[in-house]
């Protein structure tokens, strides 16, 4: 039997890795006041294709239902998260999730996430609560070797507003931005005729590195009060993060957004060992938009798969095999019961492998009583 190109099995560790960022994630996420949050694996596409999420169809898992509908399977907890949100009280500011999402451009199409998502809190609060609790998850699967950046959507547009290009050129620098094409930057940006604004746009496309390096913008764009405001947000969310220890930090002003509805500060995490992303996130406002609310909005997702191979392997437990048999099975179930801490397995057969540290067998006694003795062989 065959699978779909790039679904896969897994199996033994890769699984039990999995559980233990999916436990921690809970456990933290509890502790720090979140609710717990499930929507539909099902939904209709037109939730993530409407004007204000703008998602693109394209990369859904998509058909029809009986009445000619299109409904996907679930390819972003955010958007979903928000649709669900306005059927219910606002008054619960903090939600938490963990399941899988589909996307087409993921190599597998599955691809399983925690996140948190926080409405109607003030910006900072907001932004830094999400990276508070990176930070807690993070240490609390002692996986610490992570970069954390921040960019903010804004940059890039304000920018752009004065090269009157159209939205399609628009989508096209976007890419070659997030991609750091420098030339095609250029290349596109200067297309009706503003080379000057070209120019600085291309080098944003270097505007990445140390924290620290803030503060040469701040010179750079002193008489432009939109970009001013903006650093001082991010400087201020930098300091903050600062203060509680985190060190690894790192600026991207060129960043791009990579998912049509963030509307403001974007942040990324990075394993320093092989430069995989292993949470993503970011401000995105205008998603309630649609549902005439006005809320501020902001959210992370964590990437479990990527997480859960960084995860080292737990102390190992004494391994026990009780041998038994029809008889005495019942009684070798009594006895694992006392076998705590242990990993005790019951077996008919006489195991070839050595994979247990001790096996024991039960045996009659003249008295008709059972006792557990070492089996050697
Ligand atoms: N949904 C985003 C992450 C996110 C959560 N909240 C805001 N952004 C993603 O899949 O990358």
């Known amino acids: 039997m ?20 999916f436990e921690t994630f809970r456990q933290v996420a509890l ?5 717990e949050i499930s929507t539909p694996l099902v939904e209709y596409a037109d939730t993530f294709t409407n004007d204000h999420v703008g998602m693109s169809l394209q990369n859904m898992l998509k058909w029809f239902n009986r009445d000619g509908a299109i409904e996907v399977l679930r390819p972003d907890w955010t958007t979903s998260i928000s649709r669900a949100l306005t059927n219910h009280h606002m008054d619960q500011h903090k939600w938490a999730y963990h399941g899988s999402i589909f996307r087409q451009e993921i190599p597998g199409v599955e691809s399983r996430q925690v996140g948190i998502e926080i409405v109607q809190l003030p910006a ?10 990176a930070y807690e998850f993070l240490n609390q699967l002692q996986i610490n070797d992570v970069i954390v950046e921040l960019g903010h959507t804004g940059i890039f547009e304000e920018w752009v507003t004065k090269l009157n290009l159209s939205e399609e050129q628009v989508d096209r620098l ?3 931005m997030h991609d750091k094409r420098k030339d095609e930057v250029y290349e596109i940006a200067k297309q009706n005729g503003h080379e000057k604004e070209a120019e600085v ?21 002193e008489d432009q009060p939109k970009l001013i405001s903006i650093l001082k947000h ?26 049509p509805y963030y509307t403001g500060t974007l942040f990324r995490g990075f394993l320093k060992q092989n430069g995989a992303t292993c949470f993503s996130g970011g401000r995105y406002d205008k998603l309630y938009d649609r549902y005439q609310l006005v809320t501020s909005a902001v959210g ?20 026990i095999c009780i041998i038994a048999n029809d008889e005495t099975l019942a009684y070798a179930e009594k ?24 096996m024991l067998i039960i045996m009659k006694k003249d008295d008709n009583k059972w006792e557990v003795t070492s089996y050697e062989d």
């Open 2 to 21: 065959f699978l779909p190109e790039g679904s896969k099995d897994d199996i033994g560790q890769v699984v039990a890795n999995r559980f233990k960022v």
């Open 31 to 35: 502790s720090r006041n979140y609710t």
């Open 124 to 133: 900072l609060l907001g932004e830094s609560e999400c990276l508070f609790l």
């Open 174 to 176: 976007r890419n070659a």
């Open 201 to 221: 746009l291309a080098t944003l496309v270097d505007a990445y590195g140390p924290f620290e390096m803030i503060d040469e913008y701040f010179d750079r764009w």
């Open 234 to 259: 991010i400087k201020q969310l930098g300091m903050t993060l600062r203060n509680i220890g985190i060190e690894d930090l790192i600026i991207d002003l060129g960043r791009v957004k990579n998912l």
């Open 300 to 319: 992370i997702a964590f990437d479990v798969d990527i997480l859960a191979e960084q995860i080292r392997p737990e102390m190992k437990m004494e391994k």
């Open 335 to 358: 006895h694992r019961q006392s076998l705590t801490n242990k990993i005790v397995d019951i077996r008919y057969d006489i195991p070839k492998t050595n994979q247990y540290d001790e």
